[in-house]
Nanobody, 120 residues
Framework: QVQLVESGGGLVHAWGSLRLSCAAS????????MGWYRQAPGNQREFVAT???????NYADSVKGRFTISRDNAKNTVNLQMNSLNTEDQGVYYC??????????????WGQGTQVTVSS
């Protein structure tokens, strides 16, 4: 089992920046994809960004050009640099790690979440 611990959330003014970090431990070998999802009150959890072991990235349209995801495979960490934040970016941000065998998803893990609040 993989344990994920997020850090870096907090309160920021609109147009400000935050950097989220997530560290994986436990059975963290062979993690294929790591990513970030978020959930605002009353909404479903939504995709934000993912990065594969080979640094291929994918972003939600709403964050393209403002957020940057990065990964350190040796340290099993993933970061999310968030710039030009607005109130629609508010929510609890969750780190995710997926393992695959070929194209088959074998396990998925979630962190406990970190709160991001943007004041207008």
């Amino acid at each position: 089992q993989v344990q994920l611990v997020e850090s870096g959330g907090g309160l920021v003014h609109a147009w400000g920046s935050l950097r989220l970090s997530c560290a994986a431990s436990g059975r963290s070998f062979s993690i294929n994809t790591m990513g970030w999802y978020r959930q605002a009150p009353g909404n479903q959890r939504e995709f934000v960004a993912t990065i594969t072991r080979f640094s291929s990235t994918n972003y939600a349209d709403s964050v393209k050009g403002r957020f940057t995801i990065s990964r350190d495979n040796a340290k099993n960490t993933v970061n999310l640099q968030m710039n030009s934040l607005n109130t629609e970016d508010q929510g609890v941000y969750y780190c995710n790690a997926d393992k695959y065998s070929g194209s088959h998803l074998t396990s998925t893990s979630w962190g406990q979440g970190t709160q991001v609040t943007v004041s207008s």
